[in-house]
């Protein structure tokens, strides 16, 4: 388990950037597929983040979570708000993701401080 979020954030962009080298055509389409979603519709982009930080718990994708709760914190996401998608999480992935749902609030503390 991950234990210093800021570390592992460095890890986890380094790594996409070696990816995005070597496929940088599939990576251009998935960055486009991203910014598409994350836009601001029907549902607000901070509320998209909390949802994909929520699967990312439920599927227990400690990447994933590092990710989603740097763009929550970047949108505005607030420490109740990760608390309550953790919930939900919670409610979806049963008890493992009690476990990274623990990880994600304290990513919360460690990357908003």
Known sequence: MVSDHRE????????????FKAAPETMR??????????????IDSKIKELMALAIGIASRCEG???????EAIKKGATRSEVVETA???IEMGGGPAT???AQALEAFDQLSA
Do not use: P, T, W
């Not at 986890?12 to 990816?19: E, F």
């Not at 389409?29 to 029907?42: H, I, P, T, Y």
């Open 8 to 19: 592992f954030s460095k890890q986890v962009d380094g790594r996409a950037a070696k990816l």
């Open 87 to 89: 919930s939900v999480a």
């Open 29 to 42: 389409a998935f960055q486009g597929l991203m910014d598409s979603v994350e836009k601001s519709g029907a």
């Open 64 to 70: 994933c979570i590092n990710y989603h709760i740097r």
């Open 99 to 101: 476990v990274y749902g």
